[in-house]
């Protein structure tokens, strides 16, 4: 059974950091593209970040220089450190795995990936 679990979630003071971890099984994270999406309530699910894609990360300008994406090939899990968080960053964060090479274009998409995480909750406020 193919799954992703997401945790490290929580509450945090704005200018914190957070590393969230994305616990793969079913699925090797060094097989497909691994991405963080979040979702804040009434908006859509926005891309961060992706791992492995051709190589190497890409990340969405809104989080580029705070967020960075790292992977344990060991433990089949993806992290998503976050640094000097703001109120803004507060959402739903999920993982997804993805299929083959997308092109760029559609990294951003949620369609592009089939694979989803229950996604765990970043709050950020003082």
């Known amino acids: 059974q193919v799954q992703l679990l997401e945790s490290g979630g929580g509450l945090v003071q704005p200018g914190g950091s957070l590393r969230l971890s994305c616990a793969a099984s079913g699925v090797s994270i060094t097989s497909y593209p691994m991405a963080w999406f979040r979702q804040a309530p009434g908006k859509e699910r926005e891309f961060l970040a992706i791992?492995?894609?051709?190589?190497?990360?890409v990340y969405a300008n809104s989080v580029k220089g705070r967020f960075f994406v790292s992977t344990d090939n060991d433990k089949n899990t993806m992290y998503l450190q976050m640094d000097t968080l703001k109120p803004e960053d507060s959402a739903v964060y999920y993982c997804?795995?993805?299929?083959?090479?997308?092109?760029?274009?559609?990294?951003?998409?949620?369609?592009?990936?089939?694979?989803w995480g229950q996604g765990t909750q970043v709050t950020v406020s003082s």
């Open positions: 997804a795995a993805g299929a083959g090479s997308p092109i760029q274009s559609s990294l951003s998409l949620p369609s592009t990936y089939s694979i």
């Open positions: 791992s492995n894609w051709r190589r190497r990360n």
